[in-house]
């Protein structure tokens, strides 16, 4: 069987990233960046105070000699002229320095008797100056493509004076769910029947990544009707499939989209939860339109969605980096060896007193229960053949919340 990082590297293989669009600059908060972003000037755009004071010769400043005051430049409008030797201009954070001037005397350190201006300690030249282009400089890429946008990018591309943004359309995102005994939340429940929660939970997870999920209908296991329901999967970007991924008689999801002209890339890898994984692509006429079909076990669901569908959406968005993160945490509790499946256990997370993380897996793994993994702050994963680990050794986890779940 396939393991984890194989299975995900064929995934993204077969992802191509989605068309760019433009938006104002405030709403691209959380949107990928298609091209990158070049100041369109200088930043600061001249030599600026960084404190409110006076602007000097710093060579004038020497042995308690007296300046005599002749200007003022408030930020936004700058002196003309030059400042001869022995003079000064009162200014302010942010003022340009005026011509002639070499640093600032801070007002605190500056005795003040109507225009004489006695600085009370010398100043070096240079002192308190922002210098022009320091932070960058016009034609600098200041964010790069491919980069996710945080509020600080908004701050910097903002500084560089654009306020229009070439970004990633948001990728949409077709989830089908199958089963007879599925119901979504608060419709009548089947006699034996299951209330159908991976939907909403992966379309979240759909939304974590920027991208839009497009809720096919539900189909109940049957063939025709999951094709039905398939097809409008031909315009998306993506199409997950939920449940049915199995080898029992009703895990029917294979031979419907094969009605789609879907190719297997791959079906089970050597994971848990989640080993009846499918990978493939809908080819019909010019559509090629990749697939993960995920199996219906709710925390196989989720931790398949993790681990392949997430970054696969990252990647469809145009991101650079889209491998979950794995950190180090300490063990608490000991761990028996591992089998040929690499796992991933559910835990909770805290801190040692040297602050270091320490994870606390939970007893019970199994994959079906939706409160424990509610309740985890992070999955320990354990390679195949992991050998037994004692509480105190060093393990790999990925955190839950780093990812938005
Ligand atoms: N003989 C074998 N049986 C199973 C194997 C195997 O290798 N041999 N694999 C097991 C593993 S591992 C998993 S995981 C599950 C996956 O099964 P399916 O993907 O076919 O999922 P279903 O059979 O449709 O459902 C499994 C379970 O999850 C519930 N479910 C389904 N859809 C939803 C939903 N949308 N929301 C909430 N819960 C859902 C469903 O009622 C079942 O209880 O197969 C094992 N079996
Ligand atoms: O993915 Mo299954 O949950 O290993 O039981």
Redesign the pocket.
């Known amino acids: 069987m396939l393991s984890v990082s194989e299975a995900r590297a064929r995934v993204l293989d077969g992802i191509r990233p989605v068309g760019h669009e433009l938006v104002p600059l405030l709403d691209g908060w959380n949107r990928v960046l298609a091209e990158p972003v070049a100041a369109r000037l200088d930043n600061p755009p001249a030599d600026i105070s960084a404190m409110d004071g006076y602007a000097v010769r710093g060579g004038d400043t020497q042995d308690g000699a007296a300046l005599r005051l002749v200007g003022e430049a408030p930020a936004g409008h700058p002196s003309a002229g030059t400042v001869g030797p022995g003079e000064c201009v009162r200014l302010f954070t942010g003022s340009v320095m005026p011509d002639g001037t070499d640093a600032v005397l801070i007002q605190e350190n500056a005795a003040v008797d109507g225009v004489s201006v006695r600085p009370t300690e010398p100043v070096a030249a240079g002192r308190h100056i922002r210098r022009a282009g320091q932070d960058f400089a016009s034609g600098d890429v200041v964010v790069a493509a491919g980069r996710r946008l945080g509020a600080r990018d908004i701050g910097v591309i903002a500084a560089g004076n654009h306020c229009w943004l070439t970004v990633r359309r948001r990728p949409r995102v077709a989830i089908l ?3 007879d ?2 119901a979504l939340p608060g419709d009548p429940i089947p006699p034996g ?7 909403p ?1 992966l379309a979240s997870l759909v939304r974590t990544a920027g991208a839009e999920p497009v809720m096919l209908p ?1 189909a109940p ?1 049957d063939v025709e009707a999951i094709a039905r329901s398939a097809a409008g999967a031909l315009d998306a970007d993506l199409l997950v499939t ?7 008689a ?2 029917l ?1 294979q031979p419907a989209l094969a009605r789609h002209g879907l190719e297997v890339g791959f079906w ?1 890898i050597a994971m ?5 994984l499918m990978h493939g692509h809908l080819r019909a006429g010019d559509r090629n339109v990749p697939v993960l ?9 989720l931790v398949c969605g993790l681990l392949f569908l997430l970054p696969a959406l990252r990647r469809l968005g145009g991101e650079e980096n889209v491998e979950p993160e794995l950190e180090l945490a300490t063990l608490a509790t000991p761990l028996p060896a591992n089998d040929q499946r690499a796992d991933h256990l559910r835990a909770a997370l805290g801190r040692d007193e040297a602050g270091r993380y320490l994870v606390s897996p939970f007893t019970r793994q199994d ?2 229960m ?1 409160r424990r993994l509610a309740a985890s702050e992070a999955l320990v994963v354990r390679a195949p053949q992991a050998p037994p680990a004692a509480a105190g050794d060093t393990v790999a986890i990925i955190r839950l919340d780093r990812h938005g779940l």
Request: net charge neutral; aromatic share 2%; glycine share 20%.
């Open positions: 769910a199958t089963g005994e599925v029947g299951v209330v159908n929660s991976n939907t939970m539900a296991d939920l449940g049915g991924a199995s080898v029992g009703y895990d999801v089970r848990r939860p989640g080993k009846p079909g995920l199996p219906g076990n709710p925390v196989s669901a994959s079906g939706l």
